[in-house]
Nanobody, 117 residues
Framework: VQLQASGGGLALAGGSLKLSCEVSGSMFSINDMGWYRQAPGKQREVVATITGGLNTGYRDSVKGRFTISRDKNMMTLQMNSLKPEDTGVYYC??????????????WGQGTLVTVSS
């Protein structure tokens, strides 16, 4: 399984950015996807998740500003009303489940998001 993330970059506070992540190589139907981020000097934290059934979850600080979506093997994160505290390296995450292995996790390469005030 491979994850290829794209998007990110530099934005002004109040601006928007869109992240995308394409998953290849997985044939497992039970799977979840999500975005995590890590700010300098901080631990990685979950930003948003979406299940195979399209149930979504968001950390409180991004609710109403970020929207996660997925279509087959492509996941996107639309980030609006960006704040400087959204700055960090964003990682896409994918996990699948099977009876033989349970949940197995995969990570994409990080993509840097920088929001300036």
């Amino acid at each position: 399984v491979q994850l290829q993330a794209s998007g990110g970059g530099l934005a002004l506070a109040g601006g928007s950015l869109k992240l995308s992540c394409e998953v290849s190589g997985s044939m497992f139907s039970i799977n979840d996807m999500g975005w995590y981020r890590q700010a300098p000097g901080k631990q990685r934290e979950v930003v948003a998740t979406i299940t195979g059934g399209l149930n979504t979850g968001y950390r409180d600080s991004v609710k109403g500003r970020f929207t996660i979506s997925r279509d087959k093997n492509m996941m996107t994160l639309q980030m609006n009303s960006l704040k400087p505290e959204d700055t960090g390296v964003y990682y896409c995450h994918f996990r699948h489940w099977s009876a033989g292995t349970g949940w197995v996790d995969y990570w994409g390469q990080g993509t840097l998001v920088t929001v300036s005030s």
